[in-house]
C-alpha cells in the first residue's frame, strides 16, 4: 500500500529561478499541478496565496509578515484554507476530473507539492496544514534578480499601457476588482527599489531557515546551473526521491550556464549600500 506523500514546497525570490527548478521537479515525476500560468506557478495556491496575502494588505511587491495576526485570526485562516482545499474546488490543482471525484490533498499518495514566490511569506501558514512538508528555497545574486525583475517591468507596463479598454474590460472590472489591477507594478520603479524588493525576501528566508532548518534546504541559482549533477542530486536526496541520472544529463545540457551572474557583463547603476546589507 502505498504511504501518504508530504508536498514539496518552493519558496524563493521572483526572478531567482523558481520556475526552472519547479520544471526539474516535474521531469522527475513530481506533479506540481494540473493547471499551471505561465510561472509555472499552480493556479490553485496562486490564488489562495494571493488571497492570504491580501488578507494583511500585502502582495507579492508589498510583502509582509503574518506575525502581525493573533492566533485566533490564524486559526480562521487556516480552516479557511483547510475548507478550499478539502473542497471540489482543488480540481485547479489535481485535474478537471476531480470535479466529479473528489481529490483529498491531504491523502495524496503521489510525489506532488507547487511553487509561488509568496510560500516565502505565507510558509508558516502551510506548514500548519502540512508539518512534514519539505522546502526548498532557490536564491540567485540580487543584482540579476532585481535586473530581470525591471526587464519583466518595462514589458508589462508597455502591455498595461496597450491594452483595450473595452466594454466587456469595462463591465468585468465592475464584477472583480481585480480586473481593473494592471499587470505591472506599481511600486518597482528602478533597480534600486528592485534590490529593495529582494532584501525584503531575503530578510524573510532567513527567518525560514531559522525557524524550519530541518526540512527547508536551501541552494543557489549559480550552483543548479555551474553544478547541476551535485546540486541536482543534493535536492533529490533531500525529498527523498530517486534520481534519473539520464534525465539529470539532459537537464545539464540545456540550461545556459552563461545566466550564471549575467550581471558582470552589464553595467548597472544601483544602490551600493543597498546592496552591501543583503548576506548573499
Request: with cysteine; glycine share 2%; aromatic share 10%.
Amino acid at each position: 500500500m502505498k504511504k501518504i506523500k508530504n508536498p514539496i514546497i518552493i519558496t524563493g525570490m521572483h526572478r531567482s529561478g523558481t520556475s526552472m527548478l519547479s520544471r526539474i521537479l516535474e521531469r522527475q515525476g513530481i506533479f506540481m499541478g494540473s493547471q499551471k500560468e505561465i510561472n509555472n506557478e499552480s493556479i490553485f495556491f496562486l490564488k489562495i496565496n494571493t488571497w492570504l496575502m491580501s488578507s494583511i494588505n500585502s502582495s507579492w511587491d508589498n510583502p509582509k509578515s503574518f506575525d502581525c495576526l493573533s492566533q485566533k485570526q490564524k486559526n480562521i485562516i487556516l480552516k479557511k484554507i483547510k475548507d478550499i482545499l478539502s473542497s471540489r474546488l482543488n480540481f485547479l490543482y489535481a485535474g478537471f476530473f476531480h470535479i466529479f471525484v473528489k481529490k483529498n490533498l491531504f491523502k495524496n499518495k503521489i510525489h506532488w507539492g507547487w511553487k509561488d514566490p509568496r510560500n516565502t511569506f505565507t510558509l508558516d501558514l502551510w506548514l500548519k496544514l502540512f508539518p512534514n512538508a519539505k522546502i526548498i528555497n532557490i536564491m540567485r545574486h540580487p543584482l540579476d534578480v532585481s535586473q530581470s525583475l525591471l526587464v519583466r517591468q518595462n514589458k508589462l507596463l508597455e502591455i498595461d499601457a496597450n491594452e483595450k479598454n473595452t466594454l466587456k474590460a469595462k463591465f468585468f472590472c465592475l464584477l472583480n476588482s481585480s480586473s481593473s489591477r494592471l499587470k505591472s507594478s506599481t511600486v518597482l520603479k528602478n533597480i534600486d527599489d528592485c534590490i529593495e524588493l529582494y532584501k525584503r525576501y531575503n530578510d524573510q528566508v532567513e527567518k525560514n531557515l531559522h525557524s524550519y532548518n530541518k526540512q527547508l534546504i536551501n541552494i543557489k541559482y549559480e550552483d543548479l546551473l555551474i553544478d547541476t549533477q551535485n546540486t541536482l542530486a543534493l535536492i533529490f536526496k533531500f525529498i527523498d526521491i530517486p534520481v534519473n541520472e539520464s534525465e539529470i544529463a539532459i537537464i545539464e545540457k540545456e540550461l545556459d550556464k552563461n545566466r550564471a551572474f549575467a550581471y558582470k557583463n552589464i553595467r548597472l547603476s544601483y544602490d551600493k549600500d543597498i546592496l552591501e546589507s543583503i548576506n548573499y
